[in-house]
C-alpha cells in the first residue's frame, strides 16, 4: 500500500456482541472524516442505546492516525477506550470510529476484566467488518471569473472531477475534490486560465 495516497478504513460493520459475567458488550465500528462527524455518529449511537451503562470509544484521523482519542465515558482510567484505540493501531485503521456499547450485569469486572471486555468487543466488530483501503484526496477552493467559468467547468465535467460546492452569490467560487495521483496534471491545467485562483484546503 502506498501510504502517501490510501488509507485503510472500515466500509461496512455489524454490530457484534457478547457476554462477560452478565455485562452484555456491542462492539460498533463506521468510517469518520472529521470531528464533526464523530459527535454526530456518537450522538446517533447514543440515541440507537439509550439504556447502555457506557459507550467508550476510541477514533484516529489523519492520513498516519496522527489525531487520536480514547474515551472511557465513566469507566475506570483506561479501561476501556485504551484497549479500543489498541486495536485500531494493532490493525493499522484511521479515519475510523470504534464504540463499545456496555449493559452492566450486576457483577464489576474489575479494570483487568474490563480492559479484556472492551479490547474484545472492538476486536470482533473489526474482525467482522469490510476493510478496504481509501484513495485519498485533495481540496481546492477554485475563484474563478464570470468569463473563465464555461471553459473551466467544461474541463472539470472533462475530466470527471467532482465539485463539491458551488457558490455564485458574489463572486465564482468552486471546491473540488481530486485523487492524489491526478491533483498535479488538473493544476496544471487550472493554472492556464489566467484569472483562476487556486487554494489548497489539504487532503483528507
Keep these: 500500500m502506498n ?19 452478565g455485562s452484555k458488550f456491542v462492539g460498533l465500528a463506521t468510517w469518520v472524516k472529521s470531528e ?23 477514533y484516529r484521523l489523519g492520513v498516519a492516525g496522527e489525531i487520536y482519542r480514547a474515551n472511557d465515558d ?64 485533495r481540496y481546492y477552493k477554485l475563484a474563478i471569473t464570470y468569463l473563465d467559468m464555461p471553459h473551466v467547468l467544461s474541463l ?14 458574489y463572486n465564482c467560487i468552486l471546491e473540488i475534490e481530486l485523487e492524489i495521483d491526478d491533483e498535479q496534471d488538473i493544476t496544471e491545467l487550472l493554472s492556464r486560465f489566467g484569472e483562476v485562483e487556486i487554494t489548497d484546503l489539504g487532503i483528507k
Design 36 to 58: 464533526d462527524q464523530i459527535k454526530d455518529k456518537l450522538a446517533v449511537w447514543r440515541k440507537e442505546y439509550p439504556q447502555a451503562s457506557h459507550i467508550c470509544y476510541a
Design 74 to 137: 465513566g469507566e475506570p482510567n483506561n479501561s476501556a477506550g485504551a484497549p479500543i484505540l489498541g486495536q485500531l493501531i494493532a490493525v493499522d485503521l484511521t479515519n475510523t470510529l470504534i464504540g463499545v456499547v456496555r449493559y452492566y450485569g450486576g457483577t464489576k469486572l474489575g479494570v483487568g476484566g474490563l480492559v479484556s471486555a472492551y479490547k474484545e468487543a472492538a476486536k470482533r466488530v473489526i474482525s467482522s467488518a469490510q476493510i478496504v483501503e481509501f484513495q485519498l484526496h
Design 156 to 169: 472539470l465535467k472533462r475530466k470527471r472531477i467532482e465539485i463539491i460546492k458551488n457558490d455564485m452569490t
Design 3 to 21: 501510504s502517501k495516497n490510501k488509507y485503510r478504513s472500515i466500509l461496512r460493520a455489524e454490530p457484534a456482541e457478547f457476554r462477560e459475567k
